[in-house]
């Protein structure tokens, strides 16, 4: 049945034709938000209100910033070319460039508020949530915008608008979340860790699979036989890997 779909897949509101694409990456978000404040409000904040909004606004401009940024910069000669380099950074993203930028904001905005507590670990299984829901969306724009994967004779190719049988990236990536989500379920409910290494877990094993996945994706080469977001993989995953290297988990 996937074998017969016409990509880009389009849905129809209000008398007007729309990629499905954005929906549901809009749909993943609503979702994705709607979760976290469930389990914010189940948990104790020890932060209180003011400071977790503050802390919620950073990581926005964060990663908006950040999402752009990398996104624009992972082909650089076409952001030298455009004709309205604004333009082009504000129609490139990458979830790569929102977590990174997500992260730095964060970390200052806690410096600037004089608070050490850890506070990405209620934001983990809604971020992983949000971020499968908007694949979907990737998968059904298929050749279409920059989220497919190279050409394939392996037996999971799919034809995705084009000529050519390529990895269904996004798919992968559905499937990676998914198993992450019932891992990191498992972790949290088996040991006993500092408040953090949850969040500190997710993203290490987020880039790290985003860094090989890349392997398999039309990309720019820009230093080292590595792309833009490769190379931002190994920065996030050396930080996390140092963080995490002192932690001990005990068992329940």
Sequence with gaps: MLMTIEFPVTIDLFGKTFLLHPFME?????????????????????????????????AGVGALIGSHLIGSLE???????????????????????????????????KKLMGKKESTGDLMVFPLILAIA?????????????????????????????????RHPVALYEIAFLLLLFTALQCFKTRYNYHKGVLFQLFMLSYFSFRFVLDFIKPRAIIL?????????????????????????????
Aim: hydrophobic share 45%; glycine share 12%; aromatic share 14%.
């Design 133 to 165: 829901i908007g694949r979907v969306g990737c998968f059904y724009t298929g050749v279409f915008e920059q989220t497919y994967g190279l050409p394939t004779e392996c037996p999971f190719g799919m034809y995705l608008g084009d000529a050519y049988k």
């Design 75 to 109: 082909r650089p000669d076409e952001l030298l070319s455009a004709s309205n380099i604004w333009a082009y950074i504000w129609v490139n993203n990458t979830i790569i460039g929102g977590l990174a930028g997500g992260l730095i904001a964060v970390e200052l905005m």
């Design 26 to 58: 809009g749909l993943g978000m609503f979702i994705g938000m709607r979760y976290y404040q469930l389990l914010k409000w189940k948990d104790q904040e020890s932060l209180g209100h003011s400071n977790s909004l503050l802390i919620v606004i950073a």
């Design 224 to 252: 080292f036989g590595l792309s833009t977001i490769q190379i931002t993989c190994i920065v996030v995953i050396i930080y996390y890997i140092y963080l995490l290297n002192s932690e001990r988990f005990i068992k329940k």
